[in-house]
């Protein structure tokens, strides 16, 4: 930037548009968008302005290195004259001049009442000073026109600096929809499991502010072969506190397989994947309703402002019950969910949708004073799909029910992981039930691995030779347990007993980790029920049964 850029520059652009960067969001919110609106056109030349000034500003410039972006200092903004600065922060002191300011919007409109930077009060999140809007040069992008009119009547220097646009990010949500599988397949979560994302804003009132030990408690209550959980956090979270913090405060669950989504995109392809939300106030839980998703939610805070889409959801979601029974409770909200459950709120949120990025250009393009590009309006693509970011869990509490109806035998198991506390299950008439340890046999934490009664190998060997060594090994190294396993690639488990005996435990279904068979000789053994040439059905979870045949292999001993 400077009156002699353009000695060097390779595109001489026409147009100067500066993007302030102050927060982890909003800066955020300012990459996902314009890449789109700015496709293939070298009149603009884009330039972002950190803005250190905020409390959650820690990550903006780890971002805008990633993302490959040209930095300048906030203090040289005001000499240079652009043509159009792009925020989605309100709360940025912009220099004197004339050029307009678009500011976008970084969640569902102006829901929220923060704490005001430069007073002991509040204020309503997502909406200009004073002295900005009365100087005609900013304009708000709104995605619903009930925000024009709540800004009226709350803020009547807005008058005539609303531009409707639409929600750019529930487009994207909507038109990724057909990629749910893709998601959840990048995130390990089988078919036949419910992924359940806990969303938390930030704040006292927030979801973390008031349970923060909400994730922990989920993975303890739904069973490890049907769910699996994952956490979206608020930016500003991670900004304020710090990732170290935030993983030292979820430490427990992420032991148990939380899968923590970064603060930066990969949120929005996690909740496209969700079968279930649990949520709070902001801006994820509506968002997740309005696509369709069933919402439970956990905390619900004063900041949020009556009459907004977001605080009227509170009326329309059910509340969970964290004394309850948490799986109950998820099973429920899904079965009673019905598609049109939350329209009423996102008629309220959401304003002609799937068209938001066109209309957003063209609002762009008029305040840089250029004519269009004559190419096809944007539309929302398919979401990027994320990584696993997920430590592999090595340590379960099993329980396993044994029943025996006429002969055959059905082993029922359900694991959870240990270091959360397994809720004990009731055992019937009919059936045994039985609770060990299962730990894999590189387990780091050597408590748990002297308490195990199973020890598995978490990778399948090349030969029964080979598994049959591990076996032996993780016996002999850790004598307090009862049986180990190891699967054979191409198929088969052995499994064997501190007596000296070898189990071959083939699934005739579906592949399963050697845990699963494992579990099953375990519930036979503590049943007295035969393990040569033994026939037995494996029940996991509401829907999965599979066979699996149990044999001696005295040939191995």
């Keep these: 930037m400077g009156p002699d850029a353009h000695r060097w520059s390779t595109f001489q652009g026409e147009r100067t548009l500066v993007v302030a960067a102050r927060t982890v969001t909003s800066t955020v919110r300012a990459l996902e968008i314009l890449p789109a609106l700015l496709r293939d056109d070298d009149r603009v030349t884009v330039v972002f302005a950190h ?14 290195r990633e993302a490959g972006c040209r930095v300048m200092p906030w203090e040289q903004l005001a000499h240079i004259e652009p043509d159009l600065i792009l925020s989605a922060s309100e709360n940025i002191d912009v220099p004197e001049g004339d050029c307009p300011v678009l500011v976008l919007p ?52 807005t008058s005539g600096r609303t531009l409707l646009v639409g929600d750019p990010c529930f487009d994207e949500l909507i038109a990724a929809r057909s990629w749910q599988r893709e998601y959840r397949e990048a995130l390990g979560v089988a078919e036949h499991q419910r992924l359940v994302v806990v969303s938390s804003t930030w704040g006292p009132t927030s979801l973390l502010g008031r349970h923060p030990d909400l ?41 148990a397989g939380l899968l923590l989504m970064p603060s930066v995109h990969a949120w929005r392809a996690a ?34 402002v009556p009459g907004t889409a977001v605080h009227d959801l509170e009326a329309l979601a059910p509340r969970l019950d964290l004394r309850g029974d948490l799986l109950r409770q998820v099973e429920e909200v899904v079965r009673h969910h019905t598609p049109q459950q939350y329209a009423p709120v996102t008629a309220r949120a959401f304003a002609d949708a799937g068209h938001a990025l066109a209309r957003l250009r063209t609002a762009l393009y008029r305040l840089l004073a250029l004519p269009e590009p004559p190419s096809t ?20 509490q099993v329980v396993t029910q044994v029943a ?6 059905t082993v029922s198991v359900r694991r959870f992981p240990a270091v959360a506390l397994a809720p004990r299950e009731r055992a019937t008439a009919s059936s045994k039930t039985y609770a060990h340890l299962a730990c894999t046999d590189d387990e780091r ?20 030779t080979t598994a049959l060594g ?20 191409g198929g088969g488990v052995l499994v064997g007993l501190r007596d000296g005996r070898v189990v071959e435990a083939t699934v005739t279904g579906d592949a399963v980790d050697a845990g699963l068979p494992a579990a099953v000789v375990y519930g036979c053994l503590r049943a007295g029920h035969p393990l040569d040439d033994a026939s037995v059905t494996l029940q996991v979870g509401r829907t999965r049964v599979e066979d699996v045949l149990l044999r001696l292999r005295p040939g191995l001993r």
């Design 404 to 409: 025996d109806v006429d002969g055959q035998v």
């Design 445 to 464: 934490d050597t408590r748990l691995a002297e308490s195990a009664s199973v020890l598995v190998h978490p990778h399948p060997a090349s030969n029964a």
């Design 106 to 157: 970084h969640g569902i409109g102006f829901q929220k009442l923060v704490p005001d930077s430069r007073s002991a009060g509040v204020r309503l999140s997502g909406v200009v000073s004073d002295a900005l809007l009365e100087s005609g040069r900013a304009w708000l992008a709104v995605s619903h026109p009930a925000q024009e009119e709540q800004l009226l009547a709350t803020h009547p220097k």
């Design 470 to 489: 591990r076996v032996r090994d993780a016996l002999a190294r850790l004598p307090g347990s009862l049986l180990a396993a190891s699967g054979v690639r």
């Design 377 to 396: 309006p944007p539309a929302p693509l398919a979401l990027p799909v994320p990584d696993r970011p997920v430590a592999p869990v090595t340590s379960w």
């Design 51 to 64: 803005d250190p000034t905020s409390a959650f500003g820690d990550g903006v410039l780890d971002v805008l």
């Design 271 to 304: 909740l496209v994947a969700a079968q279930v939300v649990i949520g709070d106030h902001g801006s994820v839980s509506l968002y997740g309703a309005s696509v369709g998703t069933p919402l439970l939610l956990a905390a619900f805070g004063t900041d949020a």
């Design 215 to 255: 994730p922990a408690r989920l993975l303890a209550q739904l069973p490890w072969d049907e769910y699996r959980i994952a956490a979206i956090v608020h930016p500003n979270v991670w900004s304020a506190h710090g990732a170290w913090q935030l993983r030292t405060v979820l430490a427990s669950a992420l032991d």
